[in-house]
């Protein structure tokens, strides 16, 4: 996609397999445009970028964010020069067959911000504060619950009430502390999609006082799919007026807009960086919608298929399955 209006060329990092006969089974980073996937460092290649542009480590999209600060902006502008000298078209695509979509990057810390929809909240039976004497309300989801679009999300077998949440992530590009609500922005280095499954039986507790556990309800391996590929920052011309979807088995449940936030995306890092020390690589899944599944009395089922999307990035797919015994 192109947005014609400011001039911005849309393109997306992906990390992917080889599935070619006899390929070495290695993650690569791919260029994504329309659709399609390019070897990045193909395109660089072919393009004479390389170490001495600071862009030896185009191949790891984790190690890349992890100094976004230092070299994103290098990398954009090489992709950018590729780009407009129609490289991809010269290196070729990918074939559709010929590899598998991995998690784009490997969080270092994953943060969520909870009830951050008024609509979901009141589906939710949460009572908030007026906003102006409230602040966001932040939790952590293990870093080892990420998966990859394509892939599976395992029941747990004693949770009953598993869930949805499609939300907008973003991921962090450089170190931060105290960092301005004005100036956010430029702490963002791009945007991708997660789904917060959450088993909302294990959100509870009766065997202690504190009644809630969403670190326990959200933090079981496949509970975030991730992806299908990470969107630099200057790619999204607006990121808080962005189409938000998921469906059930091809049934659309929630279609909402990042406009919906409570605490907008600069807020929730101005907020965050108050208590700790932001660093390139951290996630923020920003909020869900109305339209989970625990509002509507239904929750995942085994052979239940989701698929969650946000405009200007992509779409995640990914089936459910009850965990092997």
């Known amino acids: 996609m192109e947005d014609k209006e400011e ?25 994504v445009q329309h659709g399609r996937l390019y070897d990045l460092d ?26 976004w600060y230092v070299h994103g902006e290098a990398v954009s502008a090489a992709v950018r020069r590729a780009m407009d000298a129609g490289v991809p078209a010269k290196v070729g695509a990918l074939a559709t067959d010929s590899y598998r979509l991995c998690v784009p990057y490997q969080p270092g810390r994953i943060f969520a911000t909870a009830s951050n929809f008024y609509e979901h909240a009141a589906e939710m039976g949460t009572k908030l504060a007026p906003r102006s004497e409230s602040s966001p309300y932040m939790f952590m989801k293990a870093e080892t619950s990420v998966t990859a679009t394509g892939t599976d999300v ?3 077998p004693h949770a009953e009430r598993v869930d949805w949440e499609v939300e907008l992530a973003v991921v962090i590009g450089r170190p931060g502390r105290h ?31 504190f009644t809630h556990d969403w670190f326990r ?4 391996d496949t509970f975030a799919p991730l992806g299908p590929w990470f969107v630099p ?7 808080q007026n962005l189409r938000m979807t998921l469906s059930v088995n091809g049934e659309s449940m929630q279609d909402d807009t990042t406009a919906g936030m409570i605490f907008n995306i600069a807020e929730q890092i101005a907020y965050l960086s108050e ?16 339209g989970v599944g625990m509002g509507r009395g239904v929750y995942l089922k085994a052979g239940d298929v989701m698929v969650a999307g946000i405009e200007g990035i992509g779409a995640i797919e990914n089936r459910v399955v009850a965990q092997r015994k």
Do not use: C
Not at 54 to 62: E, I, K, N, V, Y
Not at 233 to 239: E, G
């Open 217 to 220: 309800g959200k933090s079981f």
């Open 275 to 290: 208590i700790l020390t932001l660093k390139p690589g951290d996630l923020i899944a920003t909020g869900t919608p109305t």
């Open 7 to 31: 001039g911005v060329t849309w393109f997306g990092l992906a990390t992917y397999e080889s599935l070619a006969p006899g390929a070495v089974a290695a993650r690569r980073t791919a260029l």
């Open 233 to 239: 920052r200057d790619v999204i011309r607006d990121p």
């Open 179 to 209: 960092v301005p609500v004005e100036q956010a922005h430029e702490w963002i280095a791009g945007y991708t999609v997660i789904n917060d499954v959450s088993a909302r039986d294990l959100n509870r507790r009766t065997d202690y006082p």
């Open 154 to 156: 395992v029941l747990p």
């Open 42 to 67: 193909a395109v660089l290649h072919h393009m004479g970028a390389g170490a001495e542009d600071g862009l030896a480590s185009a191949q790891d999209l984790t190690a890349l964010l992890s100094d």
